[in-house]
């Protein structure tokens, strides 16, 4: 019987999708739920996995082919290919997509790769099925080079006086990033209001009660965002319009608090949401976030976990930013950038003291709020960060 794989369906929000990788050829033994390709999108790459134990029939779409929700990508001929000899018997449909037996030999993501570095496919070694040059063999032999050299898929050229340039495609999200970056600074009237908080209240607190926060909390381990969440979502409360978004001529008031935490990953820029973020404690914050996080590496992140979002925290300080302006995630009419802690010197009731001090950044669109309430709003935030007591008591 064969099984028709299908791309999965998409949300309105994402239109179409590219197939990036092929895992397996036309003839190769699959195993129910193992993956065989990735689909990449404006905000994630979606795995399709196969649907039972049996044999990849038909590749229709290839690696760089664009696809929508639902089309048909492939097949797979269901049954126990280990006992039937159907599986040897069709692997030759893929010979003839190839002129000769070295072209033959790469598997599509390897092939794929090999192309984009230039690279001499005579020169890598298979170690797949019947000396087959997977992707991982393509990989290690990018990965042999002296470590001044790049390790990105790229083409690389030199000139006669030994520059070079390399040129690496913008993959869709890369270019989606942009798109809504450039979107932002455009289409609205943006602002960005400064403050710095005092972050040794904080730092106390987690000083003192990290070791049994971690235990009650089976290892979940207290940040500084979770605090960050907590204060935007009561400053929220206070300043509705700074939770609003935009509709074409209409605001949309929310009466619940989704905040986008934006982290990055190898392929970019990503915001997932915390939803009802209003009900989540400070353990589940931190968890939630933790586990956004380790998605985000490994490429894992759902559709879903980025969809939506009133509100967006942006912490540059990771990465030793010390001040910056974050650029607004349209619809929304916010978002509050954290910087790196620095000590400095303060002057505090006629007294110099060295406080571990943070610089605060909210960017607004003045569109729809007002100086007043934007500076408010962050004077809200740095005041129940520097009392954190504020937060329990909701004052």
Request: proline residues 6%; negative net charge.
């Amino acid at each position: 019987m064969t099984i028709e794989l299908k791309a999965p369906t998409l949300p309105e929000s994402v239109p179409d999708g590219t197939i990036a990788t092929w895992y397996k050829n036309v003839g190769d033994t699959v195993s129910r739920d193992e993956l065989l390709v990735d689909i990449e999108t404006d905000k994630v790459v979606i795995e399709v996995v196969s649907p039972t134990d049996g044999v990849l029939k038909e590749i229709i779409k290839n690696t760089g082919d664009t696809i929508v929700s639902n089309e048909a990508i492939g097949s797979v001929t269901a049954g126990d290919a280990s006992a039937s000899p159907a599986a040897p018997a069709q692997a030759p449909q893929s010979a003839p997509t190839s002129t000769s037996s070295d072209e033959s030999l790469p598997s599509p993501a390897a092939k794929k790769l090999i192309s984009e570095n230039a690279l001499d496919g005579k020169s890598i070694s298979g170690t797949g099925k019947d000396g087959r040059i997977t992707k991982e063999d393509v990989v290690g032999h990018m990965q042999k080079p002296a470590p001044s050299e790049s390790m990105s898929p790229v083409a690389a050229t030199a000139s006669a006086d030994g520059r070079t340039e390399e040129r690496v495609p913008m993959s869709r999200l890369r270019a989606k990033v942009a798109e809504r970056l450039l979107h932002a600074t455009q289409s609205t009237a943006m602002l960005t209001t400064f403050n710095e908080v005092n972050m040794k209240p904080i730092m106390d607190i987690r000083s003192r009660y990290k070791d049994q926060f971690e235990k009650t909390h089976d290892g979940v381990r207290l940040g500084f965002m979770s605090f960050f969440v907590r204060a935007c979502i009561e400053g929220l409360k206070r300043f509705p319009a700074v939770n609003a978004s935009l509709d074409g001529k209409e605001v949309v008031y929310h009466g619940y608090q989704d905040i986008g935490v934006a982290v990055g990953s190898p392929r970019g820029l990503v915001v997932p949401v915390l939803r009802n973020a209003d009900n989540m404690g400070l353990a589940q914050i931190e968890k939630s976030i933790r586990e956004y996080g380790l998605k985000a590496q490994d490429g894992k992140l759902a559709i879903d976990d980025l969809a939506g979002g009133t509100f967006t925290i942006s912490n540059g300080g990771v990465f030793g930013s010390l001040l910056s302006t974050p650029i607004l995630n349209p619809p929304q009419t916010a978002i509050l950038g954290m910087h790196k802690i620095q000590e400095r010197p303060m002057a505090v009731d006629g007294e110099v003291k060295i406080l571990p001090m943070m610089y605060l950044a909210l960017s607004y669109d003045h569109q729809m709020i007002d100086g007043k309430e934007a500076v408010q709003f962050l004077v809200t935030v740095k005041e129940l960060l520097e009392d954190p007591t504020r937060l329990i008591l909701e004052i």
